[in-house]
């Protein structure tokens, strides 16, 4: 699945939010986008998923107009997880990954056998397959993520999105989650406020800076001392680390 997001405009009265952005994830591709809080990050994303409308450009997922269709036409094919997952009311850890399952679904038709068959799968991916009777109200916010993306694997998306996912999450949460995304083996476009997460988890990086792309290419090709103080005016250093031999970075120098 291939995500092609053309000159996306976004305005919130006559402010210009995402300026003639374009974002493109190849299939089975792990796609950051990083830059400064306020820098607009999350409103593209909305703006590619549907949760805003944007005022011009294109969404495509495959030959799938986004913009265009259906929600139903397109939650068969992306799946999206976000950064605050709280409810008013309670289900079961189980009840909330079946959920996932409606966009295949017709109006009030029960649940069949491969809808848990799918379930179950998903709660096995996110190790919750424990927590299955549990209310889900009651777990902790990194348990909560999990199950929102085990509801994100049970509905078999092809293409995820990740509105920055662990940016309120210890490190043990922030690792459980991206590596069990990365394994599944979809098209992924992820939002990560994290850089060294980027270069864990990312095969390429858009920097979006005031509304707009600022720069894009693989990791240790956007990630320099030079772009990265000008997205977040911090002058750092990169080295490659001696025992993971990946690009890392040091602050303030």
Do not use: W
């Not at 036409?73 to 009311?89: C, D």
């Not at 043990?172 to 979809?186: D, M, P």
Request: contains cysteine.
């Amino acid at each position: 699945m291939e995500l092609a997001a053309k000159e996306l405009t976004v305005r919130r009265g006559k402010k210009e939010i995402i300026k003639h952005a374009s974002v493109f994830v190849k299939n089975k591709q792990f796609v950051g986008l990083i830059g400064p809080n306020g820098c607009g990050k999350s409103t593209l994303l909305k703006s590619i998923y549907k949760s805003l409308t944007p005022e011009s450009g294109t969404v495509y997922l495959d030959n799938l107009d986004v913009l265009k269709s259906s929600e139903k036409q397109v939650s068969q094919k992306l799946g999206v997880v976000g950064q605050f997952n709280e409810m008013s009311f309670d289900l079961t850890v189980e009840q909330m990954v079946l959920l996932g399952r409606t966009p295949h679904k017709k109006l009030l038709e029960p649940d069949q056998p491969n809808d848990f068959h799918r379930v179950d799968e998903a709660l096995r991916r996110t190790r919750l397959t424990d927590y299955r009777k549990r209310s889900y109200l009651s777990l902790s916010g990194g348990e909560k993520q999990r199950v929102i993306l085990a509801r994100t694997i049970a509905q078999q998306p092809q293409l995820m999105i990740l509105d920055e996912p662990t940016n309120h999450l210890d490190i043990r949460y922030q690792f459980e989650i991206l590596s069990c995304v990365k394994q599944l083996g979809i098209s992924v476009l992820a939002a990560l406020h994290d850089l060294e997460l980027a270069v864990m988890y990312c095969d390429y990086v858009y920097a979006v800076k005031d509304g707009d792309v600022y720069a894009h290419g693989k990791p240790e090709e956007v990630l320099t001392p030079k772009i990265i103080e000008a997205l977040y005016q911090i002058k750092c250093q990169t080295f490659i680390n001696p025992v993971t031999h990946r690009l890392g970075f040091a602050y303030g120098l």
